[in-house]
């Protein structure tokens, strides 16, 4: 597994991300192939990097409401 260094990344918050503080995800652009993910209330903590394709088929997911609960 390949280590990235996120130390000068410049992370944005999903529009979807409460004002409340709740819910909180941000992703970091410009890492060529990945998504790195993190807790935007935790940004110390770790984050997550997951393949550019596997990211873009869960936003797709999303976007279609396949992961509402009946």
């Known amino acids: 597994m390949r280590e990235y260094d996120l130390s000068s990344a410049r992370?944005?918050?999903s529009s979807?991300?409460?004002t409340n503080?709740?819910?909180c995800v941000e992703v970091a652009d410009d890492f060529p192939g990945v998504v790195p993910i993190r807790d935007s209330k935790t940004?110390?903590?770790p984050a997550l990097t997951v393949p550019a394709g596997?990211?873009?088929t869960f936003i797709?997911?999303?976007k279609n409401a396949q992961f509402r609960t009946p």
């Open 21 to 23: 503080g709740g819910s």
């Open 43 to 45: 940004p110390q903590g």
């Open 11 to 13: 992370w944005r918050k």
């Open 16 to 18: 979807y991300s409460d």
């Open 60 to 62: 797709a997911a999303v």
């Open 54 to 56: 596997a990211w873009s």
